[in-house]
């Protein structure tokens, strides 16, 4: 069963979840703002508002160049979502095809992948990402970094999956009609996983914006004049006692955004698991 044929056999009980459907709200409304708010305007200056706090002019009020905080926020927001999502779906692909494929293999194939894996998973991140950039990582550098810092996880619950399906007949049959591993792995594994990397997208998307977040926090996120809801986080802390605008708004739409993404992915993970 494919991943959308799985969310669509799901629906129902995903309908009644009422935490899945508030964190589909949650998501639709502020992706919309990031997309449609979150363009050019954050490049622009008020030289007659410096500093000032919120305002029917200024909804977040400004920065101390003058900058509107709500446009910056908006951008910020922007970036971290693209971002978490790119690096959650790349991680969950990587992961399916290495677990499915040491699940299957087995033997010497299987050790090497999982002895890698393992390897990742006691790897410091904060040092792989000092080592490849330490001044900075582009918009790529970050969705790979994160990626493969992600996708061990669920790496290893494919695996799982997978030596359970490989004794199953479907499996056998294809064996047995000479189908390559490949083709094993592409028609008849990873179509049955489709509830469980749906929602374990779901989750690394969350895990890979609050990484990216963090990152971003202290130093290693993306490159000036560009934001993210990181940056501007660790930009508002130093005086977030004294101008609040600047720190609390990044700061509370990054928890409501991984918020809601967990909502869903923990949602979908029920709703899968029961059908």
Known sequence: ?????????AW???RRDRAVLAGLLVLGVLGLAALTRGGDGWRELDLTALREGPSARHWFG????????FA???RGMRASLLLGIAAGVLATAVAAVVGAFAGLTGGLADRILMGATDL??????????????????SSAQL???LAVLL????????RAQTRSLRAREFVLAAEYLGASRARIVLRHILPNLGGLLVADAAVNVGLAILGESGLAFLGFGVRPPDVSLGTLIAEGTPVATVQPWLF???ALLLVALVLAVNLVGNGLHRALEER
Do not use: H, Y
């Not at 069963?1 to 056999?9: E, G, H, L, Y």
């Not at 400004?62 to 905080?69: L, M, N, P």
């Not at 996708?151 to 494919?158: D, F, G, Y």
């Open 143 to 145: 969705v790979l970094l």
């Open 1 to 9: 069963m494919s991943a959308p044929a799985s969310v669509t056999r």
């Open 62 to 69: 400004t920065t101390g160049t003058g900058r509107d905080v």
């Open 12 to 14: 129902p009980g995903i």
């Open 72 to 74: 910056l926020t908006m």
């Open 151 to 158: 996708w061990p996880l669920t790496a290893r619950a494919v």
């Open 248 to 250: 609390l708004p990044p």
């Open 120 to 137: 990742l998973l006691v790897l410091p991140g904060v040092l792989l990402v000092a080592v490849v950039a330490p001044e900075g990582a």
